[in-house]
């Protein structure tokens, strides 16, 4: 609905286990996000891709690998992850990222636990 | 550093009755304000925006949000509010003046939960 489109929408692994989360928009968009959804927490930045240049690293545990390959393609590389790092995971993209006027317009996120 | 406060955590309106969600912010330089709007098992969907000009600013669903610079505040109302306005509201800033790091981010408050009974 918003051109941002996220997969797979759950997803259980293990402590061990590697895995990805997809994203894609369909905006023309030159700028991507992650962001983390915890409960009762306000929403947290991980990586901004500008023109897919990361422009930004919020501190992330390096658990958690980002990958831009083209400006409509965002992946998160999931290894190791901690029961702690269960949350809703959200893409978002925005014209610019640069371009402080520009609103994010967010995919519908991928809900993840580890087990 | 910029700060999003939403004071409460939760607001129950009644079908019909104007609603208000309250923000403050803040921000080095002057404010881009957002608000938006995140219904269960979905994404934030964005519901409008301050970034100079009027003061009341109009939205998607019939919402709209007041800037007061001197109080800090960008305000989320609706004249008469739906039971499918039921929802978790972020309200959200960036200042226009870079900072260094992190001047690329938006910074969201901790949400209101919005609850409007038949």
């Known amino acids: 609905e918003t051109g941002v489109t996220q997969t797979p929408r759950h997803l259980v692994m293990g402590m061990t286990n590697k895995k990805s989360l997809k994203c894609e928009q369909h905006?023309?968009?030159?700028?991507m996000y992650w962001y983390k959804q915890s409960a009762k927490k306000p929403l947290e930045l991980m990586f901004v891709?500008?023109?897919?240049?990361?422009?930004e690293n919020n501190s992330v545990p390096s658990r958690f690998s980002p990958e831009c390959p083209n400006s409509s393609h965002l992946f998160l590389h999931l290894h190791t992850l901690q029961p702690e790092d269960s949350a809703l995971y959200l893409c978002?993209?925005?014209?610019?990222?640069?371009?402080?006027?520009?609103?994010?317009?967010f995919g519908p996120g991928t809900r993840l636990t580890v087990t | 550093a910029q700060s999003v406060a939403q004071p409460e955590d939760q607001v129950n309106v009644a079908e019909g009755n104007p609603l208000t969600v309250k923000c403050t912010y803040s921000?080095?330089?002057?404010?881009?304000l957002f608000w938006y709007v995140q219904y269960p098992n979905r994404g934030l969907q964005f519901l409008l925006k301050?970034?100079?000009?009027?003061?009341l600013v109009k939205g998607s669903y019939g919402f709209e949000a007041e800037f007061n610079k001197s109080q800090t505040s960008f305000h989320l109302k609706k004249p008469s509010a739906l039971v499918s306005d039921s929802a978790l509201y972020f309200c959200?800033?960036?200042?226009?003046?870079?900072?260094?790091?992190?001047?690329?981010?938006?910074?969201f408050g901790k949400g209101t939960k919005l609850s409007v009974i038949p």
């Open positions: 921000v080095s330089g002057n404010p881009y």
């Open positions: 905006l023309g968009h030159n700028a």
């Open positions: 301050y970034i100079t000009g009027d003061n």
């Open positions: 891709y500008s023109l897919e240049e990361r422009v």
């Open positions: 959200a800033v960036r200042g226009d003046a870079y900072s260094g790091a992190g001047s690329y981010q938006l910074t």
């Open positions: 978002a993209s925005s014209q610019d990222a640069r371009g402080s006027t520009y609103e994010q317009y």
